[in-house]
Each structure stands twice: as structure tokens, then as C-alpha cells.
């Protein structure tokens, strides 16, 4: 049991190194904001499915999120960008 | 020579493998398939994409090579699925199951197709294999491969950890009951801790939850249940046909098979009901009915129980022959028609040759990003100028031509040149 134990931790490692950069949706605020930020990304035309979250920012009247977007076609991964945008909360 | 059941259940096992290895290149990509292909649903846990990636890695990006993938996976089911019926009855019965299982119509199928479904129902089988026999010796040896197969299954996608956890509840009711419970804490401790790396997987990607919710209480949910059933039976009907009235039949072997049997299929089922009942890869899981139906068949006289599997061969026929040899109603739709984009793209790609990014409009799925060379925009959600010189937009030339000179139309496809 010791072994399965240890061998799930150890796969688990990458997900639990994510976990952190998670904790400021616990914030209601910061949760409502994220769907406005990616509206924002729809409206440009990028795949939601291509953009991955990479850090909130709370400023003082708004709140930032930075995405990373990484375009993938059918034989290219194109390099990473990283994407602003920001919601001002009133 | 005299030909006996034996025979006929290698000729079905035959022609099933056939049919899993064919029209492989036939249909266009799927949204759903090239998400699958480009190992970006946030939505699933990753194993099931990484195996894609990794045969296009070594193999080329090439529709053949992710859809062989899951055909190879189909036809590695029917082997697992011999041992599995072997811990439940003698080698005539696993073998008549096997051959029923060849010639199941939504295995076939979804082992054409790169859905994942098949990958999932491989490690699902793979679970309740080693559950049975950790469950009747719970040496190392069984509980090991009971830990791997069931991480797989988790990894694989990510509704796979449903039948880990229901085999965790079966397990406690049915120790409920007995007064030596030691025997089986082994097994449910293994199960629950090869969920630990699902639960973390789930817990760092916030795009499982954003599915859940984005479709919680429209296509993920159990609203409506009896609207759901109904669907879901409208569904297996449409790609079953008499496979169906079979199921219902079989259901008398009932008590022949022990509680994870039926748990392991009632977890298909669920899944279909909970996750969208009109999604038609669910009806995947089905195929493990082909171990009651054999036993139900068996019960009959000879001269039904070979009429029977004369007609659900001639279905299986008509639904998935090579379209190349025969198209019917009841194929599916995409083997029915011509493709469009296996044969459309390069004059597509040829116009736009010199476009680094163009934008499309009418929905277009993940598998225009497979099929496309420029980089895509999708314009519906965007505010107009549109950035790009090119627009390319599906199913309406009214709306291309209202945009600029068009340079190229067919019967799918309009492509603009903005002003």
C-alpha cells in the first residue's frame, strides 16, 4: 500500500505544483472576472481551448489575468504569448 | 467438415477485426476527435491524448495514424475480453462472447474513430479484470495490476475514475454484510489511492470544473431524466438496431454475473445518461453485453440461437460494411456521404498559400485548425473590421460575398477578400 501510495503522490507532483496559482479563484470576485477576461479573448478570435491561465493580478480598480496562448494546428505547436487583459470592476 | 459454433465464432472474430481496421481515412475529423488529436481538452485528463501525440510523434501527423490508435486498441478488447468472460464461464461460452463482442456495431465503430471512448473502455475492462481476480486472491500480484489498470482508466479520460468509485461502493455495501472485512480493505484502499492522482489532476486544471459548469444543467445533468433515457435509447437504437432487442434478452442471464459486471456497464450507461445521452461514443461501453447475450444465446435451440447471429451479423454488415462496397440507410451519417475536407482541402489551402492568419465564420470546429495551414481566427464572437485579409466562411456565400471579392466557393465553402 506504502509503494501505491508513494507512486500516486509522484505522479501527482505536476499537479500539485499547479495548485497554488489556483488559489486567488477563491475569491468570488477574481471567479466572475475570469469569464469577462475570457469573453474578451472570444472577441479577438483566439481558441480558448489554446490559452491557458498564468496569474491574477489585483489592482486597484481592476483586475488583470495573464494568459499564456499557444496556437496548435495540425502540425505545429507555434510559440507561447502571453495575453493581458483586464477587468475593471465597476 | 462439420461446422460448429467453435467455427463460427472465429469467422465472426475475423470479420470483426476486418471491419475495425476499415474506412479508416474515410470520414472527415471531428471537433471532438481533433481535440482528442491535438491533446487540448482541458476537459479530460491527459493519458488518452498523450498516446495520440505520441503516435503522431513517431508515425506523422496523419488522420490513418490517430485512428489507428484507437483501432488497435479495438481489437486489443477482444483478447481482455476472452480472460474477462473466462473468470464467469468455460472457453465456448468466452469465445462465443468474444465473437459477439467482434461483431458489436458501436465498438466497431468508435474503433474507427479517435474519440477516446475505445482507450477508456480497454482500461475499464482491464479494471473489472483485475478487480475479479484481486477480489478472489488479493495477492501483490493482483493488487498491483489492479492499482495500474485503474490509474490508466482514471488518466485515460476523465469520467474513467466513475467505475473506480463505484467499485469502492460496491465493496463497502457488500462488506456491509459480511463479518470478515479485512479481506477487501486491500482492494478498496488500492482503488481509492489510485484515484489520488485524478483528484490532484482535477483539483490543478480548472478547465474540468469550467466544462462542468459551461454545461451543467443543459447537456451534462439529470434534468429531464425521462427525455434522457429516451434519447439515449433513440441513439442505441440508431446504431444497435436488433444488437438492442438482444441486450433486453440477455438481460435474463442476470444472475449468472456477479454485481462489478453490472456496475462496469451500468457506469457506460450512466455515463451516457449524465454526460449527454445523443453523444454516440458513449454507446461504446455497450459491448460488454456481448458476455450475457452469448450466455442467453446459448440457453436457446441451435437452429434460433444460429438465426440470430446470422441476423445481428447481417446487421452489423449493413451498418459498417466499406462504403466503398455498399452504402445502406443505416450507416452512419459520415459513412453515407462524401467527405468534405479529406478531399477539399488542398484546393483550400492553395488559395490561401500566402495567409499567415485568416478568420473563419459559422461555427467552425476544432478540426478546421487540423485541416487549415494559415493560423484561424474564429470571427463569430468578433467585432468588426475583421484583422485578417482573408475570411473564410462555412455553409454561407450570401454573408462571403457580403464581405469582399470572392476568390474561392463550393459547397461548403466561401473565401473572401476583405476591401
Known amino acids: 500500500m506504502f509503494i501505491f501510495l508513494c507512486t500516486s503522490l509522484l505522479i501527482s507532483i505536476t499537479s500539485i505544483a499547479g495548485i497554488p496559482r489556483l488559489v486567488p479563484f477563491a475569491d468570488s470576485k477574481i471567479r466572475s472576472g475570469i469569464f469577462d477576461s475570457m469573453n474578451k479573448l472570444r472577441s479577438d478570435g483566439l481558441w480558448l481551448i489554446n490559452t491557458d491561465i498564468k496569474n491574477v493580478e489585483i489592482k486597484e480598480s481592476e483586475t488583470c489575468f495573464t494568459w499564456e496562448h499557444r496556437y496548435r494546428s495540425r502540425e505545429h505547436i507555434f510559440p507561447k504569448e502571453l495575453i493581458t487583459t483586464c477587468i475593471n470592476e465597476n | ?419
Open chain 2, 1 to 419: 467438415m462439420k461446422i460448429n459454433l467453435k467455427h463460427i465464432s472465429w469467422a465472426l472474430i475475423i470479420l470483426g477485426i476486418y471491419l475495425r481496421l476499415t474506412d479508416l481515412t474515410f470520414p472527415d475529423l471531428t471537433t471532438d476527435e481533433a481535440q482528442a488529436a491535438f491533446g487540448t481538452s482541458p476537459a479530460w485528463t491527459p493519458l488518452g491524448m498523450m498516446i495520440l501525440r505520441g503516435a503522431q510523434g513517431i508515425f506523422g501527423h496523419e488522420l490513418i495514424v490517430i485512428r489507428m490508435v484507437s483501432a488497435l486498441f479495438g481489437i486489443a478488447f477482444l483478447p481482455l475480453f476472452y480472460y474477462l468472460c473466462r473468470l464467469y464461464s468455460d472457453k465456448r461460452i468466452s469465445l462465443f462472447a468474444v465473437a459477439i463482442a467482434a461483431i458489436f456495431p458501436t465498438h466497431i465503430l468508435f474503433s474507427r474513430l479517435s474519440y477516446l471512448s475505445i482507450q477508456l473502455c480497454l482500461a475499464w475492462t482491464l479494471t473489472l479484470y483485475f478487480f475479479l481476480r484481486a477480489r478472489k486472491e488479493p495477492s501483490a500480484k493482483w493488487l498491483s495490476m489492479l492499482y495500474i489498470s485503474s490509474v490508466v482508466a482514471t488518466m485515460m479520460k476523465t469520467q474513467g475514475l466513475l467505475l473506480p468509485v463505484f467499485l469502492v461502493v460496491g465493496m463497502l455495501i457488500e462488506n456491509l454484510r459480511k463479518a470478515d472485512r479485512n479481506k477487501s480493505i486491500e482492494i478498496v484502499l488500492t482503488l481509492i489511492i489510485s484515484l489520488i492522482p485524478v483528484f490532484f489532476y482535477i483539483l490543478s486544471h480548472p478547465g474540468v470544473f469550467a466544462t462542468v459548469f459551461q454545461y451543467g444543467g443543459n447537456m451534462y445533468g439529470v434534468s429531464e431524466p425521462g427525455n434522457r433515457i429516451f434519447d439515449l435509447v433513440i441513439t442505441w437504437w440508431r446504431f444497435l438496431s436488433i444488437f438492442l432487442i438482444a441486450i433486453a434478452f440477455s438481460l435474463s442471464a442476470y444472475r449468472k454475473l456477479n454485481w462489478p459486471f453490472w456496475i462496469t456497464i451500468g457506469t457506460g450507461i450512466l455515463t451516457g445518461i449524465v454526460l449527454g445521452p445523443s453523444h454516440e461514443y458513449y454507446a461504446t461501453y455497450l459491448v460488454l453485453f456481448a458476455l450475457p447475450i452469448s450466455i442467453s444465446l446459448l440457453q436457446i435451440k441451435p437452429i434460433y440461437r444460429n438465426l440470430s447471429v446470422g441476423a445481428l451479423t447481417v446487421i452489423t454488415i449493413l451498418i459498417l460494411a466499406p462504403q466503398s462496397l455498399l452504402r445502406t440507410p443505416w450507416m452512419p451519417v459520415h459513412y453515407q456521404e462524401d467527405p468534405y475536407w479529406n478531399t477539399h482541402t488542398e484546393a483550400v489551402n492553395e488559395v490561401l498559400k500566402d495567409e499567415e492568419v485568416i478568420t473563419v465564420l459559422g461555427g467552425p470546429g476544432h478540426h478546421i485548425r487540423w485541416y487549415l495551414d494559415p493560423k484561424v481566427l474564429v470571427g463569430d464572437n468578433m467585432e468588426k473590421p475583421y484583422k485578417t485579409d482573408y475570411v473564410l466562411v462555412l455553409r454561407d456565400s450570401d454573408l462571403a460575398k457580403s464581405l469582399g471579392k470572392i476568390v474561392y466557393e463550393d459547397e461548403r465553402v466561401s473565401i473572401a477578400v476583405l476591401p
